[in-house]
């Protein structure tokens, strides 16, 4: 039996729904290790009463008559407590209990503090006084949360090991010491392509390959457990004795550190040892078979089933009588309006080219030139009362630069199209996908006020399964790094805040620019036509941002220099560019941007070609980015980067 086009809706939203509900379940399963683990939420109130949030992995049969080693594990800036969960998973399968945070304005805890302060010490204070945990205790950080990790075990002497992952050697120089005395094994991993710390723009990788070295003969002489080398995943040391200290040094970026199979390896291996007694050969080959991964590729299996699953559900709430008069034609391109594929390639990349640009002033704050318009804490900014105290999410205040500053050249490019072309040939609302000339006002405003209600349904089926993935699973729906989460309260406010200026950017950039001067002709069938649509919408709307990271990160994978954008004096623009936010923090940030753009910019075309405007697919993907800069990134009040 043939099915009709409602039915193939129906079932198509049935798949890709279901897919996401597979998914969650099998995420969730690799996370408890299929019944092995228990892992819940605590909240832990420090002694100000703020909330800090954390993920417990407790082994099962680790109780109060049989306890087991524990673990704080501490995340870096601008992430929260899952980027942890590798190795913290990996651990809780091994017997050891693992309390991930998320400080303070980070996740889920509470805002309104600088990110130097005594929080993690508490976090610590109160895994150490679980009846659950045994008195061998240790702890594990990456980037900011390796500086944490740092301070927490020079602070409390009874730990037996620490984990450092991000840097050089040279950060524990002033440790390594202090660590031996008090009988602490600490392990560090490095990174190839470290894109922080006193990693030097013109320092390439084998340069900083020596540096380390180097680091590493003064650190054991320090200590009195050097024998003449200085290797890397070599163990210098007793871990018996307490005074081990280990070295790896991975072909990885700073972040890529956290979902390193070799990183997580090489930590559980280290703690086993240092924890329970093994031997190197017996941790080893109990640190070898891993299942991290999989959670990791189910939970951005689920995200990718989601948003995909919004096309069919869109289809299905247009075929209901409410929602019937949003869906509407494509309007016809008029010859004279239609744009020639050298015009259309040609402005395509200069459109590239100014989001590149864009990206790589505007974004980054502190020193971004348009960065004191959205960051709070910088002096001139305080005498905007605009802006203060309002926008205080440093990434977000970024983001929100690049797009209000994108936004406002589009504004100028589709005005000098109107007043140069567009009035000459009588363009109307139908040729930009604003609204059909052939209706009333009323009508249009009628049509306008659905698609904002039928945005409101999809964006409440979204926040609906994250809810539910949440309360029933403990889980997130994302990848390595955050993507659809819940709201705290102060992340919902702040969504009101950063949401008018995102919008700002869609409507023009990707509605009116991309759908109305930029239309793009038809190719045969409907699949073809989307795919091709699709393919020129990535140049157009994403090239710049990939080729910003080609120019930072193919030097250093070609051993010509180290992270160019850490000082953008090589460029001659001074402190214009990245000293301190470009590089590389806002540059990293593409690593999860660019996906999620690729997805919500087909699901954005699909959404055009069945109501014939462009206001649906704008306001969905403004509502989901900034559903995802706010409940994802950091509140800062500080400056940091």
């Given at each position: 039996?043939?099915m009709?086009?409602?039915?193939k809706?129906?079932?198509?939203?049935?798949?890709?729904?279901?897919?996401?509900?597979?998914a969650?379940?099998?995420?969730?399963?690799?996370?408890?290790?299929?019944?092995t683990?228990?892992?819940?939420?605590?909240?832990?109130?420090?002694a100000?009463g703020?909330?800090m949030?954390?993920k417990?992995?407790?082994?099962?049969?680790?109780?109060?008559?049989?306890?087991?080693?524990?673990?704080?594990?501490?995340?870096?800036?601008?992430?929260?407590?899952?980027?942890?969960?590798?190795?913290?998973?990996?651990?809780?399968?091994?017997?050891?209990?693992?309390?991930?945070?998320?400080?303070l304005?980070h996740?889920?805890?509470d805002?309104?503090?600088?990110?130097?302060t005594t929080y993690?010490?508490?976090a610590?204070?109160?895994?150490?006084?679980?009846?659950f945990?045994?008195?061998?205790?240790g702890?594990?950080g990456?980037?900011?949360?390796?500086?944490?990790?740092?301070?927490?075990?020079?602070s409390?002497?009874?730990?037996?090991?620490v984990?450092?992952?991000a840097?050089?050697?040279?950060?524990?120089?002033?440790?390594?010491?202090?660590?031996a005395?008090?009988g602490?094994?600490?392990i560090q991993i490095?990174?190839?392509?470290?894109?922080?710390?006193?990693r030097?723009?013109?320092?390439s990788?084998?340069d900083?390959?020596?540096?380390?070295?180097?680091?590493?003969?003064?650190?054991?002489?320090?200590?009195?457990?050097?024998?003449?080398?200085?290797?890397?995943?070599?163990?210098?040391g007793?871990?018996?004795?307490?005074?081990?200290?280990?070295?790896?040094?991975?072909?990885?970026?700073h972040?890529?550190?956290?979902?390193?199979?070799?990183?997580?390896?090489?930590i559980v291996?280290?703690?086993?040892?240092?924890l329970?007694?093994?031997?190197?050969?017996?941790?080893?080959?109990?640190?070898?078979p891993?299942?991290?991964?999989?959670?990791?590729?189910?939970g951005?299996?689920?995200?990718?089933f989601?948003?995909?699953?919004?096309?069919?559900?869109?289809?299905?709430?247009?075929g209901?009588?409410i929602?019937?008069?949003?869906?509407?034609?494509?309007?016809?391109?008029r010859?004279?309006?239609?744009?020639?594929?050298?015009?259309?390639?040609l402005?395509?990349?200069i459109?590239?080219a100014?989001g590149g640009a864009v990206?790589?002033?505007g974004a980054?704050?502190?020193?971004?030139?348009?960065?004191?318009f959205?960051?709070?804490w910088?002096?001139?900014?305080?005498?905007?009362?605009?802006w203060?105290?309002?926008?205080d999410?440093?990434v977000?205040?970024?983001?929100?630069?690049f797009?209000?500053?994108?936004a406002?050249?589009?504004?100028?490019?589709?005005?000098g199209?109107?007043?140069i072309w567009?009035?000459?040939?009588r363009?109307?609302?139908?040729?930009?996908?604003?609204?059909t000339?052939?209706?009333?006002?009323?009508?249009?405003?009628?049509?306008?006020?659905?698609?904002?209600i039928?945005?409101?349904?999809i964006?409440?089926?979204?926040?609906?399964?994250t809810?539910f993935s949440?309360?029933?699973?403990?889980?997130e729906?994302?990848?390595p790094?955050?993507?659809f989460?819940?709201?705290?309260?102060?992340?919902?406010?702040?969504?009101?805040?950063y949401f008018?200026?995102?919008?700002?950017?869609?409507?023009?950039n990707?509605?009116?620019?991309?759908?109305?001067?930029m239309?793009?002709?038809e190719h045969?069938?409907?699949?073809?036509?989307s795919f091709?649509?699709?393919l020129?919408?990535l140049f157009?709307?994403?090239?710049?941002?990939?080729i910003?990271?080609?120019v930072?990160?193919?030097?250093?994978?070609?051993?010509?220099?180290?992270?160019?954008?850490?000082?953008?004096?090589?460029?001659?623009?001074?402190?214009?560019?990245?000293?301190?936010?470009?590089a590389?923090?806002?540059?990293l940030?593409t690593w999860?941007?660019?996906?999620?753009?690729?997805?919500?910019?087909?699901?954005a075309?699909?959404y055009y070609?069945?109501?014939?405007r462009?206001?649906?697919?704008?306001?969905i993907?403004?509502?989901?980015?900034?559903?995802?800069?706010?409940?994802?990134?950091?509140?800062?009040?500080?400056?940091?980067?």
């Amino acid at each position: 039996m043939k099915m009709d086009k409602k039915q193939k809706t129906w079932l198509a939203f049935g798949i890709l729904f279901g897919l996401t509900i597979i998914a969650i379940g099998l995420n969730s399963g690799f996370e408890h290790n299929f019944g092995t683990i228990d892992v819940s939420e605590v909240a832990i109130t420090s002694a100000d009463g703020k909330i800090m949030v954390g993920k417990l992995y407790l082994p099962k049969g680790v109780n109060s008559t049989n306890p087991a080693p524990g673990v704080l594990a501490i995340h870096g800036y601008n992430n929260d407590k899952h980027v942890q969960r590798p190795h913290s998973l990996e651990l809780a399968k091994r017997g050891v209990v693992v309390l991930a945070i998320d400080l303070l304005d980070h996740g889920d805890s509470d805002s309104g503090q600088s990110v130097f302060t005594t929080y993690p010490l508490e976090a610590y204070t109160w895994l150490e006084n679980q009846p659950f945990v045994s008195d061998k205790t240790g702890v594990v950080g990456h980037s900011l949360g390796a500086l944490w990790a740092n301070v927490v075990a020079l602070s409390n002497p009874q730990i037996e090991v620490v984990g450092y992952q991000a840097f050089g050697p040279d950060d524990l120089a002033g440790s390594v010491a202090i660590y031996a005395a008090f009988g602490t094994n600490v392990i560090q991993i490095c990174s190839a392509m470290e894109e922080f710390g006193t990693r030097q723009y013109n320092q390439s990788r084998s340069d900083w390959e020596e540096y380390c070295r180097y680091w590493i003969g003064l650190n054991t002489q320090t200590t009195g457990v050097d024998d003449g080398t200085t290797e890397f995943s070599k163990t210098y040391g007793n871990i018996a004795i307490g005074n081990a200290q280990r070295y790896v040094f991975l072909w990885k970026t700073h972040p890529g550190q956290t979902h390193d199979l070799t990183a997580t390896r090489e930590i559980v291996s280290f703690f086993c040892q240092s924890l329970f007694g093994y031997s190197e050969e017996t941790a080893d080959a109990y640190a070898k078979p891993t299942t991290y991964i999989y959670a990791e590729i189910c939970g951005a299996a689920s995200a990718l089933f989601l948003m995909l699953s919004i096309i069919p559900l869109a289809g299905l709430l247009l075929g209901t009588r409410i929602f019937a008069d949003v869906a509407q034609p494509m309007p016809e391109i008029r010859d004279e309006l239609k744009t020639k594929q050298w015009v259309w390639w040609l402005f395509a990349t200069i459109n590239f080219a100014i989001g590149g640009a864009v990206y790589f002033f505007g974004a980054n704050a502190p020193e971004g030139i348009f960065g004191n318009f959205f960051r709070s804490w910088v002096p001139d900014a305080k005498n905007i009362p605009l802006w203060t105290p309002l926008y205080d999410m440093a990434v977000g205040n970024g983001y929100t630069g690049f797009y209000v500053l994108n936004a406002g050249i589009n504004v100028l490019f589709v005005l000098g199209w109107y007043f140069i072309w567009g009035m000459k040939h009588r363009a109307k609302g139908d040729d930009l996908g604003i609204y059909t000339p052939s209706e009333s006002f009323s009508k249009n405003l009628v049509i306008i006020g659905k698609t904002i209600i039928l945005a409101a349904s999809i964006f409440f089926y979204m926040y609906g399964i994250t809810a539910f993935s949440e309360n029933v699973f403990q889980l997130e729906i994302r990848g390595p790094w955050s993507m659809f989460k819940t709201f705290t309260t102060e992340r919902a406010v702040r969504f009101w805040m950063y949401f008018p200026g995102i919008l700002f950017f869609m409507l023009f950039n990707a509605g009116i620019w991309l759908f109305g001067l930029m239309r793009q002709k038809e190719h045969g069938s409907e699949a073809k036509t989307s795919f091709i649509w699709w393919l020129k919408i990535l140049f157009a709307m994403i090239t710049g941002l990939v080729i910003l990271n080609i120019v930072g990160y193919l030097p250093m994978w070609a051993d010509i220099s180290g992270p160019i954008f850490q000082n953008s004096a090589i460029f001659g623009v001074g402190n214009l560019g990245a000293a301190a936010g470009m590089a590389p923090m806002y540059l990293l940030q593409t690593w999860g941007f660019l996906p999620i753009a690729a997805v919500l910019y087909f699901i954005a075309l699909q959404y055009y070609r069945k109501t014939g405007r462009i206001w649906l697919g704008s306001i969905i993907m403004a509502v989901v980015f900034t559903w995802l800069i706010v409940t994802g990134t950091v509140i800062d009040p500080t400056v940091l980067f």
